[in-house]
């Protein structure tokens, strides 16, 4: 519990209140349906409605102030504190409120277009199997040791991430590993918290719509890796695990001002990856790295999950674990819910359900299904709405040459008509075909999957794409249940049934 004046005085800028500011404060939210009895409510203005409409609502259920950019109009009395900008005001506030739990546990944070959750749960798995307590913070879920909690964002806003952090300490956690993402950096929802091992996966295009150039992508990813080096620091031994064979490697490293551990495959790393093999359910490679070479056996299969192991190799080690403990730990890592997971219902191909939804991502996908020299490869796959639109026509393409037969269909299209999103992945597709090569556009995502199965062939792989662990479909009349997995499953009783 602080009070009104104590939160205030965090703030870096001016500010006004009206009222007590003696007032002592239990709990802080933006979301009037989630206030309890002393919370302060803070009036964020939205994509969708302007949280101020909900400051009356928010006073009823017992908060006892409100932060504000204007004086509200309110029916009962509270306390009003009035900012210029109230995302800086929270950014203040909000991490001082929970004492810093930011700061006080070691933070592992690993940022990139494409797998950051992988990489953190294997570097969690790691650090578990060394013996400490681990925070998750990441799309599927929010870990504390095996706890499982809900989370609403892959990098949650300030005040519900700092809620997440005060809970993890106060449950004795001694490391978070977190995923980062560009929104979070830079919309500083990560405002308060010290970095001590900062993970770059590797940078290729989404999210335009937000950071609208490439180049304020790469700056909002730098952030991470400059913040291991700012002089306010409680803690030392910062270091920064980066991918060399990222084109944008440079980019980062030009953001590090702490050591450095570079890994990789194609080009000289600290910790080389070398002699790969890849199979449809394991993966082995050597790793020659500062503490020898070490072969390794893995239940995860894919280049891409080789640079993931190497990623999370280099933050255990950086953390402090040592090279028997990460290798022990690293052959009982199974796959993570949705990325690369087979569907086994009896049937005589395979499917593979995958949490690709950007070009790169589906790209590597379809390169590791290749790689499992299969007949052919069939390739259901959508874009989502409401989300980058550049990548749909690219998504498309990539799909039709590297897939033998493309099969679009919807994936979350939210807000947007989902004819008219497809038509655009048609388009690329279009481009990408080769003469004679089948393609088929199928909107609704069940029928889509059951069409696959229904084409399969012994010794196919149908790769289903973009919606990995995800159990919904964002409609823009609702949210409807469902599972790919699920849906694959059904297809193939369904056809055996017949
Ligand atoms: C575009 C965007 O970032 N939106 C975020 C934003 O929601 P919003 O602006 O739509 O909020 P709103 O619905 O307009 O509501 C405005 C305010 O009124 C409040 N409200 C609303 C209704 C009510 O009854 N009472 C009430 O108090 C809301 O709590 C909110 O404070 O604020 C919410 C609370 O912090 C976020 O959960 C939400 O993320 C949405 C779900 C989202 O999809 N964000 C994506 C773009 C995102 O951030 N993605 C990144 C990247 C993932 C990756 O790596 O690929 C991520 O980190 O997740
Ligand atoms: N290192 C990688 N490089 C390229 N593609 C990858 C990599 N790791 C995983 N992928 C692909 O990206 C998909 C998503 O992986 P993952 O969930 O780990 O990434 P993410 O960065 O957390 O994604 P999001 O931005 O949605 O949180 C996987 O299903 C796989 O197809
Ligand atoms: N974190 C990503 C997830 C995308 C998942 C995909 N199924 C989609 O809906 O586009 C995003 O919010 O852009
Ligand atoms: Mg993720």
């Given at each position: 519990?602080k009070?009104i004046?104590e939160?205030?005085?965090?703030?870096?800028?001016i500010y006004?209140?009206?009222?007590?500011?003696?007032?002592?404060i239990?709990?802080?939210s933006?979301?009037?349906?989630?206030?309890?009895?002393?919370?302060?409510?803070?009036?964020?203005?939205?994509?969708?409605?302007?949280?101020?409409?909900?400051a009356?609502?928010?006073?009823?259920?017992?908060?006892v102030?409100?932060?504000?950019?204007?004086?509200?109009?309110l029916?009962?009395?509270a306390v009003?504190?009035m900012?210029?900008?109230?995302?800086?005001?929270v950014e203040d506030?909000?991490?001082?409120?929970?004492?810093?739990?930011?700061?006080?546990?070691r933070?592992?944070?690993?940022?990139?277009?494409n797998?950051k959750?992988?990489?953190?749960?294997?570097?969690a798995h790691i650090?578990?199997?060394?013996?400490?307590h681990?925070?998750?913070?990441?799309?599927?879920?929010?870990?504390?040791?095996?706890?499982?909690?809900?989370?609403?964002?892959?990098?949650?806003?300030?005040i519900?991430?700092?809620?997440?952090?005060?809970?993890m300490?106060?449950?004795?956690?001694t490391?978070?590993?977190?995923?980062?993402?560009?929104?979070?950096?830079?919309?500083?929802?990560?405002?308060?918290?010290?970095?001590?091992?900062?993970?770059?996966?590797?940078?290729?295009?989404?999210?335009?719509?937000?950071?609208?150039?490439?180049e304020?992508?790469?700056a909002a990813?730098?952030?991470?890796?400059?913040?291991?080096?700012?002089?306010e620091?409680?803690?030392?031994?910062?270091?920064?695990?980066?991918?060399?064979?990222?084109?944008?490697?440079?980019?980062i490293?030009?953001?590090?001002?702490?050591r450095?551990?570079?890994?990789?495959?194609?080009?000289?790393?600290?910790?080389?990856?070398?002699?790969?093999?890849?199979?449809?359910?394991?993966s082995?490679?050597d790793?020659?790295?500062?503490?020898?070479t070490?072969?390794?056996?893995?239940?995860?299969?894919?280049?891409?999950?080789v640079?993931n192991?190497?990623?999370a190799?280099?933050?255990?080690?950086?953390?402090?674990?040592?090279?028997?403990?990460?290798?022990?730990?690293?052959?009982?890592?199974?796959?993570v819910p949705?990325?690369?997971?087979?569907?086994?219902a009896g049937?005589?191909?395979?499917?593979?359900?995958?949490?690709?939804?950007?070009?790169?991502?589906l790209?590597?996908?379809?390169?590791?299904a290749?790689?499992?020299?299969?007949?052919?490869?069939?390739?259901?796959?959508?874009?989502?709405?409401?989300?980058?639109?550049?990548?749909?026509?690219?998504?498309g393409?990539?799909?039709?040459?590297?897939?033998?037969?493309?099969i679009?269909?919807?994936?979350?299209?939210?807000?947007?008509?989902?004819d008219?999103?497809?038509?655009?992945?048609?388009?690329?597709?279009?481009?990408?075909?080769?003469?004679?090569?089948?393609?088929?556009?199928?909107?609704?995502?069940?029928?889509?999957?059951?069409?696959?199965?229904?084409?399969?062939?012994p010794?196919?792989?149908?790769?289903?794409?973009?919606?990995?662990?995800e159990?919904?479909?964002?409609?823009?009349t609702?949210t409807?249940?469902?599972?790919?997995?699920?849906?694959?499953r059904?297809?193939v009783?369904?056809?055996?049934?017949?």
């Open positions: 519990m009070s004046a939160l205030c005085k965090q703030i870096k800028g006004n209140i009206d009222g007590n500011a003696n007032t002592q239990t709990g802080i933006s979301d009037s349906r989630d206030i309890e009895p002393g919370y302060l409510f803070v009036c964020f203005a939205g994509v969708h409605t302007d949280g101020s409409k909900y009356a609502q928010a006073v009823e259920k017992g908060a102030a409100i932060l504000t950019t204007k004086h509200l109009p029916p009962q009395k009003q504190i900012v210029p900008d109230v995302h800086h005001a506030m909000v991490p001082y409120f929970y004492d810093y739990p930011g700061k006080k546990m933070m592992i944070g690993v940022t990139g277009t797998g959750t992988t990489t953190s749960h294997i570097i650090l578990r199997a060394a013996g400490h681990v925070g998750v913070l990441g799309t599927i879920h929010a870990l504390i040791d095996d706890e499982e909690l809900p989370i609403h964002n892959t990098t949650p806003d300030v519900e991430l700092q809620r997440f952090l005060a809970l300490y106060d449950r004795g956690m490391h978070v590993v977190m995923e980062v993402s560009s929104h979070a950096l830079a919309l500083n929802r990560v405002a308060g918290i010290e970095y001590d091992t900062a993970v770059f996966t590797n940078l290729t295009q989404d999210h335009l719509d937000f950071h609208k150039t490439f304020n992508y790469l990813k730098a952030k991470l890796f400059q913040s291991l080096s700012r002089e620091h409680v803690k030392d031994n910062k270091t920064a695990i980066v991918n060399i064979d990222d084109a944008y490697a440079d980019g490293l030009k953001a590090c001002h702490c450095v551990l570079t890994y990789g495959v194609e080009k000289k790393a600290d910790l080389q990856g070398a002699n790969l093999s890849v199979e449809l359910k394991h082995a490679f790793v020659t790295g500062p503490f020898g070490v072969h390794l056996k893995m239940n995860i299969t894919g280049l891409f999950n640079y192991t190497l990623a190799i280099g933050a255990a080690h950086a953390e402090g674990v040592d090279l028997a403990t990460i290798e022990k730990a690293l052959q009982d890592f199974h796959s949705g990325r690369f997971e087979l569907v086994e049937q005589d191909f395979a499917i593979v359900v995958d949490y690709s939804h950007t070009p790169d991502s790209e590597k996908a379809l390169e590791t290749r790689d499992m020299k299969p007949k052919r490869i069939l390739a259901v796959f959508g874009c989502g709405g409401d989300r980058d639109r550049t990548k749909r026509p690219i998504m393409r990539i799909a039709a040459e590297k897939a033998d037969i493309p679009v269909t919807s994936d979350n299209p939210r807000s947007e008509n989902p008219a999103i497809v038509a655009e992945v048609e388009a690329g597709v279009k481009e990408g075909l080769h003469p004679g090569q089948q393609h088929e556009v199928i909107v609704d995502r069940r029928q889509a999957i059951y069409r696959a199965v229904e084409l399969a062939q010794g196919d792989i149908v790769l289903i794409a973009g919606k990995g662990h159990d919904y479909q964002i409609l823009n609702g409807i249940h469902f599972d790919d997995r699920e849906v694959a059904d297809a009783l369904a056809l055996k049934g017949r």
